[in-house]
Structures are given as structure tokens and as C-alpha cells.
């Protein structure tokens, strides 16, 4: 090395001093780092610069210069490389694995400026945190008893949650509250089910028990022969009618299941001219077998018939206390009578059936049933049902509490969990209570540890979710002008836990990558060492874990209602947990289900949630999927154009919805794309894209109907005219049934969703000057 230095010395100071010399016009001297033999005698084993500088003292300053120059000019050009290649290093990887290195369970840099933890360290000490004994804990302490709102086990059980809240001593802890109008059955006149005769006479009074019911049925009387419409479907029913089967003025005996709610049900028998409902649970479909655990025949499975949610009597608009109530309801409540009924009393009713045959799909496992739809009873035989229900104001107490972002504060990421039941509820309303508890107190101690989450969390207990989420539906309707531009994504912590095998997520699209991602990460409750997404590739494909959004789901009126992503969890067993919405759904029972894994099924879930949380808090860039939609209108324009000759004999075109397709999904790809290649450092180019990507579940409600007649305005997930599904089941009838087909009600249809998606187009792209609209008259 001192050889080494000495000739690159040597020469750099040659070739500078002959320059200077040269320039000044002064006699040269040349200065040699080589010193002659004589020298090296006298100086032994000295260095050449020291012998440099002895014999030439005269020139010490300024070779001492030169050298602090050289040196200076190697440093920067070394570190001016290094940091050329070691950025552009960083800058070709930085998209493509930062993905991959969060999915390997590696660390990504803090999310704010400042000091942080990393988020592969966040992982760690999250899953360190979760405790499976305090999810079990807390599902059998909210199952002790039934606790509907309103009731001293409700308040006494709001009270238990909030103290536990408030020793969390997270930044915020509050309760609203709020008055809305629910349904119990009517305590001075009870509903009754008669076989009666021709003249009405009573023939037989058959056995009820007293506390089941369906709330917000209809209250009244009907009498009328007897139908039984199997799940009670739209197919069930065409049936029906192509079998020359009426059901006008009867009662009509539905299984439950079938994936339709009970308020579908009655909805679909009111539509076709039925005077009321029974809805029971079959053994083919519950398991009903006393030497296996099961529902027994007795036992009744209830369910609110409000086709909605929310207050059904201040419907787009908030029950707030000082509300002054209209005289205006949903036109979701049901105009007959329904009421749940036994395996017991559906077999008595069913087995005097006379009629046409069922098909054979229909026929369940009632004892001594013959498989016949009616709608005559056995000796000129008629059914009486009457329904005796009271509506009551009952306050509502929703409690939140939350810790506040470090970054953007006013970015919301919402966990929830309905805190009320009309039975024990261990899986209706303590499961999701459980986990909600376990995570509040997970992430506040990592707050406490370093954890700086960029963005608010936000913890709530709703209450009146058996009534249709009412205390949800009601706290989105009071806040709904703001929260499109504040909730970055709601988990509803429902019923997350009613089996251990296989996981569903029901689900807005956009949030579909930061699922697939939190599924590589998480341990499957039931195959230790496999993970969950590796456990459903061995059993078909991952992507069956994703389903659409349903009515019932506490996530539904987060999407379809207020425009924020949404997403509920859950794990099922292939047999079917039969307890729920009954008075047996107790924390014994769902352990036995469970194979005693309660605790450590209710921690893979809060992992779960867990790890989405993290990535929305942590990333400097909110990672949702903005392009979802543009494949999901892709398959309808596929249908739209299988019927293009049939649509353009009738002078229609869909060549404006195919327009409309394509601006949304280059806007979607064009704003992807900058995003790709943006500082997302930088706080002013992180914020100006999440207030963008926070929109975009927004856009897709329809400005163009009534937010109180139609209060589902998500055109791909609502409910309406205006919706997808709609268009597209209007659509099929130009092969199925021409005649019905209704041309002017199909215009405005088209109309209605094609701007809603230029619209959403439009607001993707940004200012106006970006937007290229070319309408044509097609």
C-alpha cells in the first residue's frame, strides 16, 4: 500500500507541478517521492513523504495541499458512486419488492419521518401481544346471558366495555348515543299459529315458544292454505309459478338457508301475493341428530325481515336524539306477518300437505314429510298465523375509542363488532367483541412500545345489531358527508368464528391485495406450520376465500351505503354451525365445535386483521387496488355484447358503457402508474394520492338516486334499479322472456350506471383539464 501511494503520489504531483510551472513560466522543479540510495541509508526506515518533506521543507505547505486536494476529490467521487449505484439500486427494486420483502415477513422502512419501528418488527411483536386466553375469556364473560339492547345484561355489558376501553388509556374514548325504534314481541298478546276449518273455527292450537319472533315483521292475522317454497329463492318461486302453483293469500313454509336472508325471503313471498311466512330449520341443512351435537327439533332459528339496515323509520338520515322523526319508513319493512317456527311444528304443518310434487332437490330431512308443495291441507284444513310485535324507542349506546395517527390523523382505519344479542350470542355478537378487545389492547401496548402508526385506528362497539345494524347504519348516516374523505377501510369483526377449517372474506375488491398479502403472512388456526393461503391452495385455490358483500353482513352498509371499503372474516367448518341466532349459541358449544381451539382460532383471526391494519397504518401509500372494478365491469360489457344485435334492433347501443369501461380503467392504470413512479417520501405526493385512492369506493355511488328511497347506492354492490346486478338480470330477459323485456326501464338503467362509471372515470383522472370526455350520440 505504501508503494502503492507513493507512485500515484509521485505522479500526481509530478503532472500538477509541471503544469503550474509551465503556466507561470518559472523553472521547474521537479519533486520526486523516490528517494536515492544515499537517502535511504541516512533515513533507515522513515516514509517517503517524511523523507519528501525533509529534504524539501521549502515546499511542505504546498505539497501538503496538493495532497488535501487529491484526497478530497478521490472521497467525493468514491461516495458520489456508491450513491449513484446504491440509489438506483433502491429506486428499480422499490416497487417490485417491497411487496415481496413484506410478504417474506421482511422489514420495510418506518413508515413516519423520525425514528420508528420497522414493519417486520411490528409483526413480531404483534403476534408476540395477541392472547389466544383473553379472546376465550372475554367470548364466555358477553355469553352469560342474553343481552339485547335495552335490557340491564345490554347496559351492564356497555359499561364492562368502555371501563375496559378507558384503562387501555388510549389518546380517545367516548360513547354516542342515540334513540331508534326496535321490535319485541308484544308481552300482553302473543303470537299463536291454528289449524282452523273452513268457517274458521279452531281446530288445533299449535305450540310456540314464546320469546322466538322475527323483528320488524308485519303485526296482524292472515288465514290461508299452505305453500312450502323451499329456501324461498327467486328460482324456488319461478318454480312455482312455472308449476301452475299459486301463493297468492297463503302461508308460506321456507327452510332457512339457501343463501338468502329472512328478509329476502318475506320480501320475495310478498312479491308474489303470500298473506304471511314460517321459516324453519331443516336437519339437512342444521344438524338436527340427537347423538351428535346439534340443534334440537324444538329450537327455532330467528332473524330480523327489515330489507335494510339502520333504523327502519328514519331511513337515510340519523336517529340522533334531536332529530324530530318524520312520518316516513323504509320501504324495506315487510307488509305480512313472518314468524319462526320448529323442525317440530314445520313437520306437523308439512305432513298434511296435499299437491304437486317437489322437485328433488327440494326435499329436506323432516321425519314422515312426503316432499309436496300444496297449497291444500288434509280435510279442508287452513292455517291461521298471527304475529304480535310492539315497536319501542330504545336508547343505543355505541362506544369508540382510538388511537390517533402520527402522520395523517384524519385517515381512519375502522375495526368494529356488534355487542348485543336477543340469545347468549357467543358467536353473534362475543366472538367479534372478543377480538375487538384483544387487538385495542394489542396495538395500544405497541403504541406504548414505539409503534407510530402514520394513521388513526379506530375501535367501536355497536349496538342494536341484531336489529339490522342499526347502531352502524345509524352513526354512518350522521357522519356520512365526511367520512368518504376520512375512513380509509372498516373490518367488521362479526361472527368472525364459527368453525376452523376453511376462511371466507366478504369483501370490497379494492381490498383484495392487502388480503392476499396478510394470507401468506398468517398461521392457519387448524395445520400448524401452514399458513392460511397455503392450506387453501391445497384445497382448491385461494381465491375461494373471496366473496361479494351480503345484506346482513356488518360490513354491507360501510360499501353499499357510505362508500368505504369493507371487509368481514370469517371461519367456518364444512358442517354447518347450527347454534347461531338461537337461545343455544353458547361459549360451551362453540368450544365443542372447536375442538377446544376457541382461543387460538379467535388469535388467527385477530392476526389477521392485524396484519391488514399494519400495512394501512404503516405504508406511506395506501395499498389498495384501484383497478378492481375495471375487470368486474369488463364481464358485464361481455354480456352486453353477446346481446348486441338484440339491443341494437331495438335501436340501443352499448357502445356508451364500453366508452365509459375504458376511461375508467386508463384512468385507474394511469394514476397507478404515477403513484409507481412518484417520491412517495415526500408528505405532499403521499397525501395528494391517498385523498385520490380514499375516494375511489365512493365514486361508485350513484348520485342519481335518493339516498332515503334508495339507500344502497353502490351501483356493483347496492341494491336497486341503478345497480349492476339489476341491469344485468333485466338484460337476460332478452332471451329468457322478450315480452317482459321493458326497453325504457333498460335505458334509464344503462343511463344511470354508464354515468355513475364516467363519473368515476372523470374523478380518477383528476383536474378538468385532464379529463377527454367525447360524448356521441350512439
Not at 40 to 66: F, K, N, Q, W
Not at 261 to 273: C, D, I, P
Not at 479 to 504: N, P, R, T
Amino acid at each position: 500500500m505504501t508503494t502503492h501511494l507513493t507512485q500515484c503520489s509521485s505522479a500526481t504531483l509530478r503532472h500538477s507541478l509541471s503544469d503550474d510551472d509551465e503556466m507561470d513560466g518559472a523553472q521547474g522543479v521537479e519533486l520526486r517521492l523516490v528517494t536515492t540510495e544515499e537517502d535511504e541509508t541516512e533515513a533507515g526506515p522513515i516514509s517517503d513523504v517524511t523523507a519528501l518533506v525533509l529534504r524539501h521543507r521549502h515546499g511542505y505547505r504546498r505539497a501538503g495541499m496538493l495532497l488535501c486536494a487529491c484526497g478530497v476529490i478521490v472521497f467525493t467521487a468514491a461516495f458520489l458512486l456508491a450513491y449513484g449505484v446504491l440509489s438506483g439500486r433502491y429506486h428499480c427494486s422499490q416497487s417490485g419488492d417491497q411487496e415481496e420483502e413484506q410478504q417474506r415477513g421482511g422489514a420495510t422502512s418506518p413508515a413516519g419521518g423520525g425514528p420508528g419501528l420497522y414493519l417486520g418488527e411490528l409483526r413480531v411483536m404483534m403476534r408476540k401481544l395477541l392472547q389466544d386466553e383473553d379472546i376465550h375469556n372475554t367470548v364466555s364473560r358477553v355469553s352469560r346471558a342474553p343481552h339485547p339492547p335495552g335490557s340491564s345484561e345490554g347496559t351492564a355489558l356497555a359499561s364492562e366495555i368502555l371501563r375496559r376501553f378507558r384503562q387501555l388509556q388510549m389518546d380517545h374514548t367516548w360513547t354516542e348515543s342515540l334513540y331508534a325504534t326496535l321490535q319485541f314481541p308484544d308481552r300482553a298478546q302473543r303470537s299463536s299459529l291454528r289449524l282452523v276449518d273452513s268457517a274458521g273455527g279452531i281446530l288445533e292450537q299449535i305450540s310456540l315458544n314464546l320469546s322466538d319472533f322475527c323483528p320488524y315483521s308485519a303485526t296482524g292475522t292472515t288465514t290461508g292454505g299452505v305453500v312450502y317454497a323451499n329456501y324461498g329463492r327467486p328460482a324456488d318461486f319461478n318454480w312455482l309459478k312455472s308449476a301452475g302453483v299459486s301463493v297468492a293469500g297463503c302461508v308460506v313454509v321456507m327452510r332457512v338457508g339457501g343463501g338468502v336472508s329472512f328478509a329476502e325471503k318475506v320480501w320475495l313471498a310478498e312479491r308474489n301475493g303470500a298473506g304471511g311466512v314460517l321459516i324453519y330449520p331443516d336437519p339437512a341443512d342444521l344438524p338436527q341428530d340427537p347423538r351428535r351435537l346439534g340443534l334440537n327439533t324444538h329450537t327455532a332459528v330467528s332473524e330480523h325481515v327489515h330489507l335494510g339496515s339502520g333504523d327502519p323509520f328514519t331511513p337515510g338520515f340519523p336517529s340522533f336524539n334531536h332529530t324530530q322523526f318524520p312520518p316516513i319508513q323504509s320501504s324495506g319493512l315487510p307488509f305480512i306477518p313472518a314468524l319462526p317456527i320448529t323442525a317440530t311444528v314445520a313437520a306437523q304443518l308439512l305432513s298434511q300437505l296435499s299437491g304437486a310434487s317437489c322437485p328433488p332437490s327440494w326435499r329436506g330431512r323432516l321425519p314422515y314429510v312426503r316432499c309436496v308443495v300444496g297449497p291444500d291441507l288434509s280435510a279442508g284444513r287452513r292455517v291461521q298465523l298471527s304475529v304480535h310485535n310492539k315497536m319501542a324507542p330504545i336508547l343505543l349506546n355505541n362506544i369508540f375509542s382510538s388511537l390517533e395517527g402520527r402522520v395523517e390523523p384524519d385517515q381512519y382505519i375502522i375495526l368494529g363488532a356488534q355487542r348485543d344479542s336477543l340469545g347468549p350470542g357467543a358467536v353473534k355478537s362475543g366472538v367479534g367483541t372478543a377480538i375487538l378487545l384483544e387487538l385495542a389492547r394489542t396495538f395500544s401496548v405497541m403504541v406504548k412500545k414505539g409503534f407510530s402508526p402514520r394513521r388513526s385506528l379506530l375501535f367501536v362497539s355497536w349496538d342494536a345489531g341484531e336489529f339490522g345494524n342499526v347502531g352502524a347504519t345509524e352513526w354512518l348516516e350522521g357522519y356520512l358527508s365526511m367520512l368518504h374523505l376520512k375512513a380509509v377501510a372498516y373490518f367488521s369483526l362479526d361472527q368472525a368464528i364459527m368453525g376452523d377449517d376453511v376462511l371466507s372474506a366478504y369483501t370490497s375488491p379494492l381490498l383484495v391485495d392487502l388480503l392476499e398479502a396478510a394470507i401468506r403472512q398468517v398461521e392457519h388456526p387448524k395445520h400448524a406450520g401452514q399458513t392460511i393461503y397455503s392450506q387453501a391452495e391445497r384445497e382448491g385455490g385461494s381465491w375461494r376465500i373471496v366473496k361479494p358483500l351480503y345484506l346482513n353482513s356488518g360490513a354491507y352498509s360501510f360499501t353499499a351505503f357510505a362508500g368505504v371499503p369493507a371487509m368481514e372474516l370469517r371461519f367456518t367448518k364444512e358442517r354447518a354451525y347450527p347454534f347461531v341466532n338461537t337461545p343455544l349459541d353458547s361459549a360451551s358449544r362453540l368450544q365443542e365445535v372447536l375442538g377446544g381451539r376457541l382461543g387460538v382460532t379467535g388469535r388467527s383471526v385477530g392476526e389477521l386483521v392485524g396484519e391488514m391494519v399494519l400495512r394501512l397504518a404503516h405504508d406511506h401509500i395506501l395499498p389498495l387496488r384501484i383497478t378492481s372494478y375495471a375487470q368486474t365491469v369488463l364481464q358485464f360489457s361481455a354480456q352486453l355484447n353477446r346481446h348486441s344485435a338484440e339491443l341494437q334492433s331495438r335501436g340501443l347501443s352499448p357502445q356508451w358503457v364500453f366508452s365509459a369501461r375504458g376511461d375508467y380503467s386508463r384512468a385507474a392504470e394511469t394514476l397507478q402508474r404515477a403513484i409507481d413512479y412518484s417520491d412517495l417520501h415526500d408528505p405532499t405526493t403521499a397525501r395528494f394520492y391517498n385523498t385520490r385512492i380514499m375516494k375511489v369506493e365512493y365514486y361508485f355511488l350513484s348520485q342519481y338516486v335518493s339516498a332515503v328511497e334508495t339507500p344502497f347506492r353502490h351501483v356493483i354492490h347496492g341494491r336497486g334499479n341503478h345497480t349492476l346486478s339489476a341491469l344485468t338480470e333485466h338484460l337476460g330477459l332478452l332471451t329468457s322472456n322478450p315480452e317482459c323485456f321493458d326497453e325504457r326501464r333498460f335505458r334509464r338503467q344503462l343511463a344511470l350506471f354508464t354515468w355513475t362509471l364516467q363519473g368515476a372515470a372523470n374523478a380518477l383522472n383528476g383536474d378538468v383539464w385532464r379529463v377527454h370526455n367525447t360524448h356521441s350520440h350512439y
